[in-house]
């Protein structure tokens, strides 16, 4: 079986299944799982499948993948992206961290910061810096997310239009090529936008990989956005037009 026949197979059950994972593609197919791997890394890179801890799984427009395997996603890259956002942040500065597991790693390069006020709509960000004894953690309130432990809603983003913070750090699910920002949830995305509103500089942290995703929902535009740290981006116009808008980019 030629390299073709078996991203055709791995296609058609991630289709069947929504997931696949290296170790039962190897039985399955009979070849050694450094072979699954380089295949499975092959139609990532092509924005046919999404990595996940042990294996890969469809991308999607309308709902995103569970929490626990995003954490899994790029953890490497994701570490270092939160670090270099870190650098951006002096102490005692007030800043508001939102959902998503690049935001969580940001928190946990955060916890040597000292006199920090921290908003947040994470609880999984809370529980991160509440070891930090310099750092004042507010929890904004809203609709309990169990699933990533977000608040979420219109109580989310009423309680964050009563801050002005020196910084917003957010993700989002996906990037498209135009600059658009781009979530799943319209009551998270709610909340993402008045935490850009609040702020008085915008940190965006994603890594590449959010270039071969879609989703549906649009959180605001890389023109509203001050820093953006990532690993790559892959289209030299969009470097130029964040040239044009201001925005800042910061490679890891």
Request: net charge positive; charged share 25%.
């Amino acid at each position: 079986m030629d390299t073709t026949q078996r991203h055709d197979l791995i296609r058609a059950q991630a289709q069947s299944e929504g997931k696949v994972t290296a170790a039962a593609l190897s039985d399955r197919l009979g070849v050694a799982v450094q072979t699954i791997r380089r295949d499975l890394r092959q139609l990532c890179a092509a924005g046919l499948l999404e990595r996940i801890h042990g294996g890969a799984v469809l991308p999607s427009g309308v709902s995103n993948i569970g929490y626990g395997d995003r954490r899994a996603l790029n953890r490497d890259i994701k570490l270092r992206i939160a670090r270099r956002a870190a650098r951006l942040i002096p102490d005692s500065a007030s800043l508001f961290l939102n959902i998503g597991t690049t935001t969580e790693a940001v928190a946990h390069a955060l916890r040597d910061h000292k006199n920090l006020m921290v908003v947040t709509n994470n609880l999984n960000v809370a529980n991160i810096l509440a070891s930090n004894p310099s750092c004042d953690v507010v929890v904004a309130g809203g609709s309990l997310r169990r699933s990533d432990g977000g608040l979420v809603g219109d109580l989310a983003a009423l309680a964050i239009d009563r801050f002005k913070v020196d910084f917003a750090v957010i993700g989002a699910s996906a990037i498209d090529l135009s600059g658009d920002l781009l979530d799943f949830d319209p009551q998270e995305v709610r909340v993402s936008q008045q935490v850009i509103k609040s702020a008085r500089a915008t940190i965006l942290v994603a890594d590449s990989t959010k270039f071969t995703r879609k989703a549906a929902v649009k959180i605001a535009s890389l023109a509203q956005v001050d820093h953006f740290v990532t690993d790559h981006i892959p289209s030299e116009k969009l470097i130029g037009d964040c040239a044009d808008w201001g925005t800042k980019l910061h490679r890891v």
